[in-house]
Every structure is written in C-alpha cells, then in structure tokens.
C-alpha cells in the first residue's frame, strides 16, 4: 500500500534501501522510488554492501553525500522557483499493536536486529 499512498503526494522523495536486506526485499524499494510523482522524484539511494539497519555503518560518508546532494537539490529546485508542494493536511496516525501480539501471530520467531543482535557492540 506505500506505493499506493506515495503516487499522491507533492513533495520531494528520497528513497534509500539497502540491496542487501533480507528484512524487506529490495524491489519494495525501488517500486516506492518509481511510484513517486516524477516531479517529486530524486534517483534512490540503493546501497550494494548495506542490509536493512546499516546502511550509515556501511558507508556513511557515501550515505551523508547522498543525503546532502538530496537536500542541496531541493534548495536549488525552490531557488530556481519549482512550485511548493501543497498542503496535504495531517499525516495518518497509526498505533502498532504491541510485539508480544504480533510474535504470537507468526508461525516463526522474528530474528533479532538491530542494537539488540550485537553488530553494533564494536560502534560503542
């Protein structure tokens, strides 16, 4: 449904996504990249070694060009007197329901990631 909801807003889009996520398959991704209006559009950030929760660990001089070419490119669009986009009204709140609920739900258990698997032991 991401994609469905992206096709109709009116602001700049930067998505970023690992290649190498085995959380969330990198084609949702690049599907949310090329359902983005094109002109809101930025070319995605699809980083090869990155996995779903490191993609600033990877490389993070990369990563920050990129944020930094995304953010200077939307300065340099209104400079050059791009429409702003419209008000779209408040964000869609969501409650998640609580981990307990959803573990129970699966018919597996949900691997660790995050600060809580360990990688990131040697960061701290």
Known sequence: ????????????????????????????????????PKHCRWPGYFPREAGHNDIVEVNAAAYFAEIRSFLKGVRERKAAGAPSPTSIGKPLQLEMPDCATIQAALPYLEPAV??????????R
């Open 1 to 36: 449904p991401n994609d469905r909801h992206l096709r109709g807003v009116d602001c700049p889009v930067f998505v970023i996504h690992g290649r190498l996520d085995d959380i969330i398959p990198l084609y949702h991704g690049v599907r949310l990249a090329e359902a983005a």
């Open 114 to 123: 995050g600060p809580e698997d360990g990688r990131y032991e040697s960061l």
